[in-house]
Antibody, heavy 118, light 106 residues
C-alpha cells in the first residue's frame, strides 16, 4: 500500500524558515517524481514544486522560486521542502504527492499545516 | 497561468446522473485530470488524461473532453459521492487546479 506521511509543519514567524519532510513507503521511491501541493480556503489547490526521480531536476511555481527548495533522499525514501523567507501567503496545508508520467498526482499524503504569523 | 473554471456547487439526488464541467482558459490538449476530496481528507485521483479511469475507482466515474472543455460524469450518483471535485491541467506551466465543484446530495 502506497503511503506518504508528511511532518514538520507548524507556526512560524514571517521571514523565518521551516522544513517539511515526506516519508514514502509501499512503492519504489526512486522510480517516481515527487511534488508538493498546497491548499488554502481562498486560493484552493496550488502546485508548489516538483523533483525528478534522481533529484537532478527541480521545478517551482514563480511565487516560491528562490525561497523554497525541494530535495529528496532516495536511500531514506524521503522528500523534503525547505521553506525560507516565509510569508503570510504561504500559510496553507501542504501535501506531499507522487507524480505520474503525465504529471498528475496519483497518491497524496494526509497533509501538514503551515501557519506563517507573528 | 492557465485558469480552470468550475461551477462552485451542484445538488443532485442519489441515482441521478451528474456532469461536472471544467473550462480551461487555453488549450490543455488531453492533459486534464480529476480528483475527489472529502472533508478533512486529501485529494484522491479519479481520472487522468481526460478519460482514463484510475485503478480502483468505480466505473460510475468517467471523463471526457479535449482542448478547453472537459467533463467529469458520475452515473449513477451514490450518497458517498458527496465531496468536492477538482480538475487539474498538466499541459501548461505552471500546472494549475480548478476552484472545485462541491457536490451535495438532496
Amino acid at each position: 500500500e502506497v503511503q506518504l506521511v508528511e511532518s514538520g509543519g507548524g507556526l512560524v514567524q514571517p521571514g523565518r524558515s521551516l522544513k517539511l519532510s515526506c516519508a514514502a513507503s509501499g512503492f519504489t521511491f526512486s522510480n517516481y517524481g515527487m511534488a508538493w501541493v498546497r491548499q488554502t480556503p481562498t486560493k484552493g489547490l496550488e502546485w508548489v514544486a516538483s523533483i525528478s526521480t534522481g533529484g537532478g531536476n527541480t521545478y517551482y511555481r514563480d511565487s516560491v522560486k528562490g525561497r523554497f527548495t525541494i530535495s529528496r533522499d532516495n536511500a531514506k525514501n524521503t522528500q523534503y521542502l525547505q521553506m525560507d523567507s516565509l510569508r503570510s501567503e504561504d500559510t496553507a496545508t501542504y501535501y506531499c504527492a507522487r507524480h505520474n508520467t503525465l504529471n498528475y498526482f496519483d497518491y497524496w499524503g494526509q497533509g501538514v499545516m503551515v501557519t506563517v504569523s507573528s | 497561468d492557465t485558469v480552470l473554471t468550475q461551477s462552485p456547487a451542484l445538488a443532485v439526488s442519489p441515482g441521478e446522473r451528474v456532469t461536472i464541467s471544467c473550462r480551461a482558459s487555453e488549450s490543455v490538449s488531453t492533459r486534464m485530470h480529476w480528483y475527489q476530496q472529502k472533508p478533512g481528507q486529501q485529494p484522491k485521483l479519479l481520472i487522468y488524461g481526460a478519460s482514463n479511469l484510475e485503478s480502483g475507482v468505480p466505473a460510475r466515474f468517467s471523463g471526457s473532453g479535449s482542448g478547453t472543455d472537459f467533463t467529469l460524469t458520475i452515473d449513477p450518483v451514490e450518497a458517498n459521492d458527496t465531496a468536492t471535485y477538482f480538475c487539474q491541467q498538466s499541459w501548461n506551466d505552471p500546472w494549475t487546479f480548478g476552484g472545485g465543484t462541491k457536490l451535495e446530495l438532496k
